[in-house]
């Protein structure tokens, strides 16, 4: 008789549902019998990923879009059926724009723009443009900034790098890694030498996979709902052990599916415990336990290392070495008659010498089509990150006022928001600082005292969300390696807690 492997992987984000997708199709691939359940602590699927979905309003609080082209994403999205979902950025979007000495100025899109772009000296400007003459190799570790100022001088490192540093990780410029942070500036250098011939390389590349910023019509959560049903459906009928808590994800998507309930929501996990018999126990507070061969913990380093804390303190103390920043969001729906100046383009971020408390404002409605009625200007600005816990801390009047104080700013409020949400996520970004990649590799090593267990999720091998799919595909061969080793799906069964 066949003996099913039994994942569970705890926390149904994107990086959960993802890693439960992946197992599931390399399970079938390999003809291994899996006993999958993902067990989501709140009452819904996405994690992060959520999309607000009112009165002709419609935006997320956390990533908008993908930015990939063929690959992982684009064949997840076709296994999924959501070809026809997809939402392509709108062109006008193309204009992004930085908040430097009070003002807004267009980002450079080449050497056009390179030239007038005021935040900058002419020197530093200049000195860009010598950057394939006096760019090299280096192979060693560096900060972004190091890097950047060896490629472009101090000064865009500081200006261009440090706004994006600030705008992708809500983070400082001279403590995040480039290795880490931003690996394709490393491969570019590597492969180029050049950042300038790397840039012309890389539009060409770019184009030839097809790569865009792109959302779903329903925004991000509908890729959450889609896994949940589509996880919840491939499951067989009576394969289901009860749960304390099941109750299919719903949403937009759909419901339940037709078979199982693989997505448990409002199932918490508590902690991790080994099994003498092999295998593992996730304890839940209401003290209905699950058993395990294989789990992954993909709830982010501060939530994973309280679950392995008694099980093997060693990896606890290394989850604990990845900082994270919080982020809060204020969203405003705007007459379109309220700015002084146009919400133009993209949106704009904060250069780090300006004196406010907001990292960036995107314009959702620039963005996307039908992101708002006729005549709405929707946008959304991003405050706090690392080192600035003070400003999620504020309340929402405050953190409203904070938000509304720089886009008058930068566009002139002739009038308030018709309306305002504000959101706060805990944990939201977590900083690539020098030495991430020692730290995620010495939390690989630790998990060896859990055999079949691995982490997931945005702490370890990419923040963004085509990263986070991308690596589902990593993990699920990995737990499919640990399945095989321990004679899953064989008769009879190989002896349960035989380490991979
Ligand atoms: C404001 C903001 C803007 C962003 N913008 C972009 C962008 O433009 N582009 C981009 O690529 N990325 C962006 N990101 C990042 C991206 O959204 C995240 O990296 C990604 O969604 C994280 O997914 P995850 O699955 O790793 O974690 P999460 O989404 O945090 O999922 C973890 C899940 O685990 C659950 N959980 C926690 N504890 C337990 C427990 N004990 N038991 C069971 N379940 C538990 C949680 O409820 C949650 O559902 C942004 C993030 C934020 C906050």
Redesign the pocket.
């Known amino acids: 008789m066949s003996v099913p492997h039994r994942v569970r992987v ?7 549902l993802t890693a439960a997708h992946a197992v599931r199709r390399h399970a079938d691939a390999a003809g291994v019998d899996v006993d999958l359940r993902v ?4 009452d819904q ?5 959520r999309t607000v979905d009112e009165d002709g309003v419609r935006f997320d ?7 990939t082209g063929a690959g992982p994403t684009a064949d997840l999205v076709a296994r999924l059926g959501l070809e026809g979902e997809r939402l392509e950025a709108k062109k006008a979007a193309s204009k992004r724009f930085i908040l430097h000495g009070g003002q807004l100025h267009e980002l450079p899109s080449g050497p056009g723009t390179l030239l007038s772009f005021r935040p900058m000296s002419l020197k530093g400007r200049l000195r860009i443009a010598l950057e394939p003459f006096v760019a090299r190799r280096v192979p060693d570790e560096e900060s972004v900034f190091a890097y950047a100022a060896r490629h472009i001088g101090a000064e865009a490192a500081e200006v261009l790098l440090g706004t994006m540093v600030r705008g992708v990780y809500g983070g400082d410029v001279r403590r995040l890694s480039v290795d880490a942070a931003f690996p394709v500036m490393k491969t570019m250098e590597r492969d180029h030498r050049s950042l300038v011939v790397a840039a012309i390389a890389g539009a060409k590349e770019r184009k030839r996979v097809g790569k865009t910023t792109w959302t779903f019509r329903g925004g991000m959560q509908q890729l959450l709902y889609a896994l949940a049903d589509d996880l919840n459906a491939g499951a067989p009928r009576d394969g289901a052990a009860d749960g304390p808590a099941d109750g299919a994800a719903d949403g937009p998507g759909g419901g339940a599916g037709g078979g199982g309930d693989v997505v448990r929501l409002n ?4 902690a991790l415990a080994r099994r003498a018999e092999g295998g593992y126990t996730l304890a839940t507070p209401h003290g209905e336990d699950e058993t395990a061969d294989a789990v992954v913990l ?3 380093p501060q ?1 994973a290392r309280t ?1 392995v804390a008694d099980a093997a303190p060693d990896l606890a103390g290394a989850l604990d070495a990845i900082p994270t920043g919080h ?1 809060a ?1 204020a969203t405003f729906a705007f007459d379109d008659a309220a700015f002084e100046r146009p919400a133009e383009g993209y949106g704009f971020l904060v250069a780090p010498s300006e004196p406010v408390d907001v990292l960036g404002a995107l314009f959702e409605s620039n963005i996307f089509d039908d992101r708002a009625p006729a005549g709405t200007t929707l946008v959304r600005v ?1 405050m706090g990150g690392a080192g600035r816990d003070d400003v999620v801390a504020k309340d929402d009047a405050a953190l409203r006022e904070t938000a509304l104080g720089v886009l008058d700013q930068a566009l002139g409020l002739r009038e308030a928001p018709k309306r305002a949400w504000t959101w706060r ?1 805990p944990y ?2 977590p900083q690539y600082e020098l030495g991430h990649h020692d730290r995620v590799a010495a939390i690989e090593g630790h998990l060896a005292a859990l055999p079949g267990v691995q982490v ?4 370890y091998r990419g ?4 990263a ?1 799919v991308e690596d589902a595909e990593r993990l699920a061969e990995r737990i499919l390696a640990h399945a095989h080793a321990q004679g899953a799906g064989a008769a009879p069964a190989a002896p349960a807690g035989v380490a991979a």
């Open positions: 705890v926390g149904a984000g994107l990086a959960g067990l989501e602590a709140s699927v996405g994690g992060q990923l609080w956390a990533a908008n879009a993908f930015r199932a918490p996990v508590s993909a709830v982010g939530v679950l982020l969001i991003i996520q939201a970004i997931a999720g945005n702490a923040v963004a969300v085509g986070i």
